[in-house]
């Protein structure tokens, strides 16, 4: 089995009346059928943009298959997502999707996310959460997303329950159900934030509680808060999201950031973005040239968001997970090409996908996105706790 | 090994003059030898009601056979209690265990908790304890009931120390006394919440400290918070003590939440309490109708108090675990049998002891039982770091 | 193989001129060739004090063998420590180790530390780091170390992230470098608390951290709050530090915290510290009379400093491991020959190197030193945050 590789760059094109289906856009660039893409683990991509002032978005769901580097796009669903009307406040009672949120209401976190900053760089700090307590329910350990949430609420003058041993409640041996825990706990505390290794557990809880939900990762599905500082850091590093070009580099088939954060930027106008991901096929006759790929995507793009390969997914194929690795690594070359206003983001935590000698660059934005997080949160705690 | 099962209907009687020394009483509806009880495996139960007014009660304990099916009662202990005059506030120094308690003393923890009730329903809450540091010292992980204190805690303005992996101050490996421990964490907190594997830890703990101690369980001795979070929810569910009946279900041998409930209901005036276990004994011509029978109680009863099977007591035997399991059932069949104004309760987590469907019926208390236990810990800490 | 034991005195002359390279003092009682030190294992020791007024101080650095019972002095490093004008206040950016103090500095923390003492005494406390937030970044569980720092900051009124798995961070499988972590955690905090299993890993995270970094113990490193806690502790109990006489007991060979406290002790003037300590060694014809050593120096010191016999450092032979934990003892024995004035102190957890039966005697000095712990860290969050 020898590594190649490819990219694909998908248009979005926005449009005021959204398409009440969905098409896998291919680039020319391509230039296969759609069986290779099915051997060969291509990334495929597929978009829409919502117009503004839909008021019912029609929104999209990926499935994954069972291998490592296939995201397919098909059977997508179409569901309403919470509506805007101009005059009135959004209504956010929890966070469990990427997709219950459309450019409005993101436009109006990020304003929030924009106050969060300056309340966190004046001492002491804001005290508009006093008297609430937020449960981190972490059934699988995430040092650093429960740090960030902490820190969020602490900053706000909240308190915290912290729990990363969440599983003890459901454990084999005791056998109690999601929902009797989250009965429970909702009886402790003003807001559950949850991680989970189950695809759908945030909405079950959501579904029985009657205190706010943030989902902070369930498993292969979804990790919106993640999503939503991806969004809010391209905002303020370009300066804009409309007609922005992003490189989406790395392990993207086992991405749910990555997945996450393209339903979102697909959110906006002529958003371009570019896939460059090694590709572990067994095919002959078909290289792909890597370097030269990253290095001509790195220098048109905005912004170049490198992802870290995730060795768990190769199993014993130790030697394909060593040559994806080493496949597409962001170093002072990348750079040398970059654009002057264009960055590297990185979700964290980063092995050598970025060279150490990318961090003194300050084109190098990913500690910035990791403190956006920060932020984000705060803004999410605000208004799920206190409203608009 | 066959499994059959019975149930005890034990009377308790009030006197105003408590005897010196208790016997086991034993319904007619058992109509069995003593040696019978023996071998059987049955539960059987020793009480007395305490007069209001009596200085010194007389407390009883009961001894655990290693059986893991029997609770017998014999060689009784005399103790002196912390007594109450008229006038004189109560001095509330430890939690350490159901016996501590009369009627007079539960009287007015549970008016306090009650107080509770309506700060923790007011934003922005109590400030009462602020300034105060609550240590929770588990040396084996509950995450449950320590979030449950520890909500309590903060819920007051209070602050808290966790640590869930207490083990590691006294591990084989280092060897530190729990008593050095106590004198250390005691340095550094107003006042210790403490879980441990050992029965009588808790005791030895507040011997030493000069803060107060509060047993969030000690291995198969005590749990005392549950019992008056269990007794407080009778009272705010069924109006009152006095009189009442009280059906205990399930996994009775192992329970010292069982043991500490009906400890503390003989407390009171004419309390007839029901114990329906399943019954693991190998004799024959033996055969108890379990469904029937637990109809029957719960047809009577002003409580139906369920508890868990508790699989690890049954070791290598998972047959009679799993026969025991199924014997006693709260569902729909039951709650049509049982009274408009009865409750069932259940100290969680549960398995299938209690049907999914059973939540929606207003009469299903578990959940609101467990928040009272949030009640009740506020009490307790007020109680104890700022009197009465 | 047979257990012998050593004991040396250094006496620490204090000059004005301090010596730009470093011998080892060898008192005449050991009497031996350097040869035979290192073929025993004795523990050697080497000191200087330092002038108060010397802008720059020279700094030892010990070098320890693979060997567990070998202390040896050799390539001494000279380096500068901070600088102290007088009528300038110091400027305390982080605590990484012992040797960045001279006995202005500590002076000036024991005051602060006196203040602390005041501060915890009385109710309500102070908020003097209110709106402040420690982070505490374990990568070793040390529950006594990290409930210390964290009551310190509650007691200011400041507030705690905590986590005792930091290793997730830097896990072989996701491989995150401490700087990656250090960047990101500061993000969310303003003070970090670091434990590490690296020798060094502190000094590297202050490197890069743009916070204040605290070492709580980094592996066979630092542990420089714990010394400072022993000489604050010293002075508290004895009332001075000049002219001290100090004995170190137990398990010096492996003591960070025995080499730190010398360290720092030796600061002071025409102090004298005697080691004491089970020598394991296979030497014919050479045997220690050792009950009567410690009785002598006991009897002459101002303080005995016990230490724990390190089990996990002998490997499979238990055998000398529970020779060596039985030659010194501090017990009532101990006690009687023992000044009127003189203190018993341990860093603790302790197992039977000191007797229940010493707790009891005035001179038992070790939980009031835990209890000190609270005020010099205390101190050092206060004068790292908010400045002197």
Known sequence: MAISSSFFACSLQGSMAAPKTLNCYKELLCNRSNLFFKQSGCIESMYQSHSRLLPHSVLSKWEQTDQFDRIQCHSLEVETAPSFSIGKKFQLDDVIEAQQFNRDILGAIFEVANDMEKIENNYPGSQILKGYLMATLFYEPSTRTRLSFESAM????????????????????????????????????DIIVMRHFESGAARRAAAIAGIPIINAGDGPGQHPTQALLDVYTIEREVGKLDGIKVALVGDLANGRTVRSLAYLLAKYQDVRIYFVAPDVVKMKGVEWEESSDLMEVASECDVVYQTRIQKERFGERLDLYEEARGKYIVDQAVLDVMQKHAVVMHPLPRLDE????????????????????LYIRMALLKLLLLGW
Do not use: H, M, W
């Open 354 to 373: 970025i060279t150490v000698e990318v961090d003194r660059d300050p084109r190098a934005a990913y500690f910035r996105q990791a403190k956006n997080g």
């Open 154 to 189: 602490k900053r706000l003058g909240g308190e915290v329950l912290t729990t990363e041993n969440a599983r003890e409640f459901s454990s084999a041996a005791k056998g109690e159900t999601l929902e009797d825990t989250i009965r429970t706990v909702e009886g402790y505390s």
